[in-house]
């Protein structure tokens, strides 16, 4: 028998209650019918432009909001039903790293109490305690001196290294990491998206990451899942999304990418417009108004998610015609 996966989420659904003109409100779909699963071991990604519901789908996963339909599993059980005591187990199993992990930090407390809090809770004896603050700090590649200091004492890309330290410190199985690296220098990206893969491999993670930057997901994950307005619009592995891709607007988000140049259009030629708002999904395909390929088909019917591949699957009318 197989194994149930980590975290499953099936058929999620997640609507905001906007306010409206004159005091009416209206409902915003952040989430449509989503369906995923994160297998033990794997590190899977999330792309899409700004607005797609990346982090609405992160915190979801991570239990920190509650879906309007559908449920999510860990390990084969809904987080909904979960007694008290296994809820919190849930919680320290599943830590979220924030873009600026700054917002998660007490300004007034000293970074090693910080990141010592999980183990205070844990109930590990004070000697205990100091070796492990240790240990992970040093593999984060934060110096010892730093545990008398203050959040505001460091740099954008330091404060990443305390935050996964924090997160670490709670012995998780699951890192949920909404643009880790997002606000960080270029050089300082790649030095935390390094820390994220060796913490994978020593504390043996399982990595779901949000990130808008197609080439650090490529760079880092097993698979990779596209949004657009809501939805999964093509899921498949990280290679052969960028070899193959099934979906035009994997194909624009690609062809976006600064410097990497597999195709031969710019993004300027594939994905023009705007994101349409979250209010208003168009019918049929949502993405139809800014494709270049639709035809009237693509207006009025939604695509079904087809596998194309082992593992590999996409909602477009035209994928077989586009790319074969
Ligand atoms: P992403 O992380 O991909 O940028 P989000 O999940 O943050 O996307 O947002 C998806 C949609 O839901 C957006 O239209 C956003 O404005 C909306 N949204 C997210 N959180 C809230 C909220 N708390 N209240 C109202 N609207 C929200
Ligand atoms: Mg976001």
């Known amino acids: 028998m197989s194994l149930p996966p980590l975290l499953n989420g099936t058929e999620l659904y997640k609507t905001f209650r906007v306010s409206g003109q004159r005091r009416s409100s209206k409902l915003l779909t952040a989430l449509d019918n989503v369906s995923l699963q994160l297998a033990a071991g794997e590190t899977l990604g999330i792309a899409g432009e700004s607005g797609c519901g990346k982090s609405t789908l992160a915190k979801v996963m991570a239990g920190l909001l509650t879906s309007d339909r559908g449920n999510v599993f860990y390990k084969g059980t809904q ?8 809820k919190t187990v849930f919680r320290r199993k599943t830590q979220m790293i924030f873009q600026d992990p700054f917002s998660s930090l007490n300004p007034r407390m000293r970074i090693g109490d910080s990141i010592s809090e999980p183990l205070k809770i844990a109930g590990l004896s004070l000697p205990r305690q100091r070796t492990e603050l240790e240990r992970i700090m040093a593999a984060v590649g934060l110096h ?7 959040p505001d004492e460091f740099s954008g890309g330091q404060r990443q290294r305390i935050g996964i330290a924090r997160a670490l410190a709670a012995s998780p199985e699951i890192l949920i990491a909404d643009e880790p690296v997002s606000s960080l220098d270029i050089s300082i990206q790649a030095q935390i998206i390094n820390i994220l893969l060796q913490m994978k491999l020593e504390f043996s993670l399982s990595m779901m990451i949000v990130s808008h930057n197609m080439l650090v997901l490529r760079h880092i994950c097993d698979r990779i ?19 193959r891709c099934r979906h035009p607007y994997t194909e624009a988000l690609i062809a976006a990418i600064p410097g990497f140049h597999a195709l031969s259009a710019t993004k300027s030629e594939l994905l023009h417009d705007d994101l349409p708002s979250a209010l208003s999904i168009p019918p049929g395909c949502r993405f139809h108004p800014r494709c270049r390929h639709a035809v009237d088909r693509c207006s009025s019917e939604v695509p079904r998610m087809k596998e194309y591949a082992n593992g590999h699957t996409a909602a477009c009318h035209l994928s077989k015609q586009l790319y074969g």
């Open 144 to 150: 010892g001196d730093a545990v008398n200091r203050f």
């Open 79 to 86: 987080l909904s039903l979960l007694g008290q005591d296994d």
């Open 225 to 243: 899942i596209i949004m657009y307005l809501g939805a999964i619009v093509e899921c498949g592995p990280a290679a052969t999304l960028f070899d």
